[in-house]
């Protein structure tokens, strides 16, 4: 997953909620421009990590965002799952089944 793209993509959905809750009177002008400069301070985000951490701040102050956090903290815990079992697959293949157990539990392990 490249970063800046996924930064990129969540300006726009954020763009999209702050409109939509304007145009619900949801919000009032003040708070809206307040989130939006609140996200731009966020900037630049390093990893993923860092991604989530802001977002999951963010979203404590604007609930309206809790969304967004959410949606990329699934996209993060999918991207682990489908690495795990990428690699559980090698050792399997290769014949290294402890290997894959321990992988497994891994994964088991970060879920908890």
């Known amino acids: 997953m490249d970063i ?6 969540i300006k726009k959905e954020l763009v ?7 145009r619900g009177n949801k919000i009032p002008l003040a708070r809206a421009k307040k989130l939006s400069q609140d996200f731009i301070n966020l900037l630049p985000i390093s990893d993923q990590q860092d991604l989530l951490a802001k977002l999951k701040n963010l979203s404590k102050s ?34 290294n089944i402890d290997l894959a157990i321990s992988a497994a539990k891994d994964l088991n392990n970060n879920r908890t």
């Open 4 to 9: 800046q793209i996924e930064v990129q993509n």
């Open 16 to 22: 999209e909620i702050i409109i939509k809750n304007l």
């Open 62 to 95: 604007y609930p309206e965002t809790t969304g967004i956090y959410l949606e990329e903290l699934n996209k993060a815990t999918d991207q682990k799952t489908d690495q795990a079992l990428s690699k559980m697959r090698d050792h399997i293949e290769s014949g």
